[in-house]
């Protein structure tokens, strides 16, 4: 830039000319982050000196594009003042990065060379003005603070987008529910140590995020983390997928090859779907369970390996125990830390915050997210969801495809949500008996095992009974003296 195009105060207002804004009365508004982007030093300086006389602005600045990029990759800015011309990243691509990101600011485009085709094309990628230099700095003032009130609004949405996202995220698993919280607290506790950990929860619950989450909760995040679909395995290639194999082992062995706990040497091995593992396989999963060690298929040499294991599965394996189709062994070898997993009908309170973050990720690029209709969310929270969190994110995708417009209506949603199947409710009934007789049965008899099931999930444990069920802790414990409950046999439970 020459001298004169460095100048950014004009004739009739100058830095030292320009009037203090006056300091807003308290309680003072939040202060918004302006970020001036000048690669000369002198307009830099004399914007942003005259900018901070506001209160309410705390100013930012930045000598080139990629210095720009740098600070917006680290804080969020509701207005961006940027030079059009200025080496490397000049301000025209500093605006489509910005488009590109799909940050929430507000962008202003200054230069000495303006040009109608430039001022076009900036207007197309999202500038809201463009200033040509000298540049009149209560002007530019005044744009700036029209820029602010139009987004107020969209502000608040990314502020309350960034609580959610540190309240609520925990290693890429949104909820904001209890039961889930008390899943979050555990894994942080068990991620320090090398326990070996089974979750279990119905299919589409977010198991192998859950392990993703011991993983990089751990300090073996720096290391591999290894998934194994168990079920999707035939028998006779699961030991070579798990253990490997030696050149020659056999037909189509061409060459060595690792398996599976190998390449999560130092780090974590997550089996999903455990339960499907046959009978034979599992003797040698015990063993490298016991001893860290095995060999590969057709050969002699033994490997040894430090691995975290974690397991999955849907099925009650305690059952498939006395049912003989899962070693007994086996079992008390993973379940050294049992973590359950609520279905999703369980968790309410989730099903808004997952489709508002569903509708986000299948939203297309540059594209707000559709936003749910009031009618079509109640129909989310009356479904049952029997594919659980699975379920709801094909919903949303399919919902997100046909909506014709910005917002996803109930005609958008699949056919089994709109017209839900509800299974009716058998109750015996004794016409020769008083109504009111068999009522208080039937009601007691739900309570106890309402009751029971609680107690279970929680292992008997009476605090979180109380904050899962919604009564107090007096309530329960006379309840568990009334129907002569033994909570020992829930803690014996795993």
Same mark, same amino acid.
């Given at each position: 830039?020459?001298?004169?195009?460095?100048?950014?105060? !004009?004739?009739?207002? @100058?830095?030292? =000319?320009?009037?203090?804004?006056?300091?807003?009365?308290?309680?003072?508004?939040?202060? %918004?982050?302006?970020? /001036?982007?000048?690669?000369?030093?002198?307009?830099?300086?004399?914007?942003?000196?005259?900018?901070?006389?506001?209160?309410?602005?705390?100013?930012?600045?930045?000598?080139?594009?990629?210095?720009?990029?740098?600070?917006?990759?680290?804080?969020?800015?509701?207005?961006?003042?940027?030079?059009?011309?200025?080496?490397? /990243?000049? !301000?025209?691509?500093?605006?489509?990065?910005?488009?590109?990101? %799909? $940050?929430?600011?507000?962008?202003?485009?200054?230069?000495?060379? !303006?040009?109608?085709?430039?001022?076009?094309?900036?207007?197309?990628?999202?500038?809201?003005?463009?200033?040509?230099?000298?540049?009149?700095?209560?002007?530019?003032?005044?744009?700036?603070?029209?820029?602010?009130?139009?987004?107020?609004?969209?502000?608040?949405?990314?502020?309350?987008?960034?609580?959610?996202?540190?309240?609520?995220?925990?290693?890429?698993?949104?909820?904001?529910?209890?039961?889930?919280?008390?899943?979050?607290?555990?894994? &942080?506790?068990?991620?320090?140590?090398?326990?070996?950990?089974?979750?279990?929860?119905?299919?589409?619950?977010?198991?192998?995020?859950?392990?993703?989450?011991?993983?990089?909760?751990?300090?073996?995040?720096?290391?591999?983390?290894?998934?194994?679909?168990?079920?999707?395995?035939?028998?006779? $290639?699961?030991?070579?997928?798990?253990?490997?194999?030696?050149?020659?082992?056999?037909?189509?062995?061409?060459?060595?090859?690792?398996?599976?706990?190998?390449?999560?040497?130092?780090?974590? /091995?997550?089996?999903?779907?455990?339960?499907?593992?046959?009978?034979?396989?599992?003797?040698?999963?015990?063993?490298?369970?016991?001893?860290?060690?095995?060999?590969?298929?057709?050969?002699?040499?033994?490997?040894?390996? #430090?691995?975290?294991? /974690?397991?999955?599965?849907?099925?009650?394996?305690?059952?498939?125990?006395?049912?003989?189709?899962?070693?007994?062994?086996?079992?008390?070898?993973?379940?050294?830390?049992?973590?359950?997993?609520?279905?999703l009908h369980e968790r309410p309170e989730d099903i808004p915050l997952l489709a508002a973050h569903f509708?986000?990720?299948?939203?297309?690029?540059?594209?707000?997210?559709?936003?749910?209709?009031?009618?079509?969310? =109640?129909?989310?929270?009356?479904?049952?969801?029997?594919?659980?969190?699975?379920?709801?994110?094909?919903?949303?995708?399919?919902? @997100?495809?046909?909506?014709?417009? #910005?917002?996803?209506?109930?005609?958008?949603?699949? &056919?089994?949500?709109?017209?839900?199947?509800?299974?009716?409710?058998? $109750?015996?009934?004794?016409?020769? %008996?008083?109504?009111?007789?068999?009522? !208080?049965?039937?009601?007691?008899?739900?309570?106890?095992r309402y009751l029971r099931r609680a107690l279970k999930r929680t292992r008997g444990h009476i605090g979180?009974?109380?904050?899962?069920?919604? $009564?107090?802790?007096?309530?329960?414990? #006379?309840?568990?003296?009334?129907?002569?409950?033994?909570? @020992?046999?829930?803690?014996?439970?795993?």
């Amino acid at each position: 830039m020459s001298g004169n195009q460095a100048s950014t105060a !004009g004739p009739e207002t @100058t830095v030292a =000319e320009a009037a203090p804004i006056e300091a807003t009365p308290a309680p003072a508004p939040p202060r %918004r982050r302006v970020l /001036i982007v000048e690669d000369n030093e002198t307009a830099r300086k004399q914007i942003q000196i005259f900018l901070e006389t506001d209160p309410n602005l705390a100013v930012d600045t930045a000598a080139n594009g990629s210095d720009a990029l740098k600070a917006l990759s680290e804080r969020p800015y509701s207005v961006i003042v940027t030079d059009l011309k200025m080496p490397r /990243i000049d !301000g025209l691509q500093l605006l489509e990065e910005v488009q590109k990101r %799909r $940050l929430p600011a507000d962008v202003i485009v200054t230069t000495g060379f !303006g040009t109608i085709e430039q001022t076009v094309q900036a207007m197309r990628l999202g500038a809201v003005d463009f200033l040509t230099k000298p540049i009149n700095l209560e002007h530019l003032r005044l744009v700036i603070q029209r820029a602010l009130r139009e987004r107020a609004l969209e502000d608040e949405v990314a502020a309350l987008r960034e609580k959610l996202h540190v309240e609520f995220n925990f290693h890429h698993i949104l909820s904001k529910s209890p039961r889930m919280r008390d899943v979050f607290e555990l894994i &942080s506790h068990v991620a320090q140590t090398i326990s070996t950990v089974l979750i279990f929860g119905e299919t589409g619950t977010g198991k192998e995020l859950v392990a993703r989450a011991v993983h990089e909760a751990s300090p073996r995040a720096a290391n591999p983390f290894v998934a194994v679909n168990c079920a999707a395995l035939p028998e006779s $290639l699961l030991e070579s997928e798990l253990f490997g194999h030696e050149k020659g082992a056999f037909t189509s062995a061409v060459g060595q090859r690792k398996g599976r706990f190998e390449l999560a040497h130092g780090g974590t /091995i997550f089996l999903d779907e455990i339960g499907e593992i046959p009978l034979a396989m599992q003797a040698k999963l015990l063993r490298v369970l016991q001893e860290r060690r095995f060999e590969r298929v057709g050969g002699a040499q033994t490997v040894e390996v #430090d691995v975290r294991v /974690i397991a999955a599965t849907n099925r009650d394996l305690l059952r498939l125990c006395k049912e003989g189709k899962f070693r007994e062994d086996l079992y008390y070898r993973l379940n050294v830390v049992k973590l359950d997993l609520p279905p999703l009908h369980e968790r309410p309170e989730d099903i808004p915050l997952l489709a508002a973050h569903f509708a986000q990720k299948f939203s297309r690029l540059g594209v707000p997210p559709k936003t749910i209709s009031p009618e079509a969310m =109640e129909l989310l929270l009356q479904h049952r969801w029997p594919g659980n969190i699975r379920e709801l994110e094909n919903a949303i995708e399919r919902a @997100t495809v046909t909506s014709r417009d #910005d917002v996803i209506r109930p005609e958008n949603l699949p &056919s089994e949500i709109l017209k839900p199947t509800r299974p009716k409710l058998q $109750l015996p009934v004794d016409l020769s %008996r008083p109504l009111t007789d068999q009522l !208080g049965e039937l009601t007691a008899a739900f309570e106890e095992r309402y009751l029971r099931r609680a107690l279970k999930r929680t292992r008997g444990h009476i605090g979180r009974t109380a904050r899962l069920t919604g $009564l107090s802790r007096r309530t329960i414990t #006379d309840k568990i003296a009334l129907y002569q409950i033994d909570k @020992t046999e829930f803690k014996k439970e795993d």
